[in-house]
């Protein structure tokens, strides 16, 4: 089993290799949900994928879960219990940016603030990846905008709510 440290180092990478699987079937996708497994234990569990992992190059392996309600979200998360073996796990949504004037311009209510983003002038659409360790000891975040496919930014602190209710699923 890789180390806390080389788990950490393996997670943006993870996080990016969710986001270009995702990105592989195009845009309006659902919300979806990928465990991380540690590669040693995938090939552990199944000897026969081990020609198809590198636990050195790829310390963790994304597996895709079924799709999450969008509207849901928050709901959700909090019914999912991990296995032991899930060492970490990561989200991938599609959102709406708005610029930071616009974003403080939003009205307090959820579903007000929702309405007026979709409608803003100057909304851009975005995949966003956020993605956690279980022992807290990683977190990462790749944001792709749509329309611009070879600009990806990564950046931990993107959603950081979006972060600690990832974390909260394996409390």
Known sequence: MPSAEELGFALPVATREVEEFVASA????????????????????????????DPVASPL??????????EDLGEALARI????????????????VLPPEAEAALPEDEDGARKLAAEHPDRREARLVAA???????QSCVMRLRGEEDEVFSDPSL?????????????
């Open 26 to 53: 195009g845009w309006d996708q659902p919300t979806q949900i990928f465990a991380l497994v540690a590669t040693e234990t995938m090939i552990a569990a199944a000897p026969e994928m081990a020609d198809q992992l």
């Open 61 to 70: 392996t994304p597996l895709a879960q079924e799709s999450l309600p969008a």
């Open 81 to 96: 219990e991990w296995p032991e073996q899930v060492v970490g796990c990561a989200l991938v949504q599609e959102i709406v």
């Open 132 to 138: 956690v360790l279980r022992d807290g000891g990683g």
């Open 159 to 171: 959603a950081p709510n979006l972060l600690k209710a990832l974390n909260a699923t394996f409390a």
